[in-house]
């Protein structure tokens, strides 16, 4: 069983956000949900709208903060869930940005787009998703 304690991070690390395009009518996501959304095994929003998932790089610290502080897992795990829906035809990978400039460029232009920033790069083309 998998216990998050805390969601905060120390005063000295960046805190990562969970955000969306602006057509997600959510504003808070269970992490249960969370979780399915970017293990790709949940393909839309408790609404029923089609989402698509955005990440960043497997070796990207905020990648790496995203994972283990919010999702509870590591980086090469999630790859290995997305990787074996790939190869047995099952699902998809997410799709994959380079930096956070380009994640925040592709959720503000994406309908039903889900990704995570850090705090500091937080601008008004997005919106912000709680987590229950």
């Not at 992490?31 to 709208?49: C, H, K, S, W, Y």
């Not at 190869?87 to 787009?113: C, H, K, R, W, Y």
Request: charged share 20%; hydrophobic share 40%.
């Amino acid at each position: 069983m998998l216990v998050l304690v805390s969601f905060c991070g120390l005063a000295d690390e960046p805190a990562t956000l969970v955000i969306a395009n602006r057509t997600v009518h959510q504003s808070a996501l269970p992490i249960e949900t969370l979780r399915a959304i970017f293990a790709m095994r949940q393909r839309t929003l408790p609404d029923g709208q089609a989402v698509h998932v955005y990440v960043l790089p497997d070796d990207n610290p905020i990648h790496e903060d995203f994972s283990k502080k919010i999702l509870g897992v590591y980086p090469h795990q999630l790859r290995l869930a997305w990787d074996r829906a790939v190869f047995s035809g099952t699902g998809q990978a997410p799709n994959e940005v380079d930096d956070e400039t380009e994640m925040l460029e592709a959720i503000a232009s994406t309908p039903g787009s889900i990704g995570y920033i850090q705090q500091s790069s937080l601008n008004d083309q997005v919106r912000v998703l709680d987590i229950e």
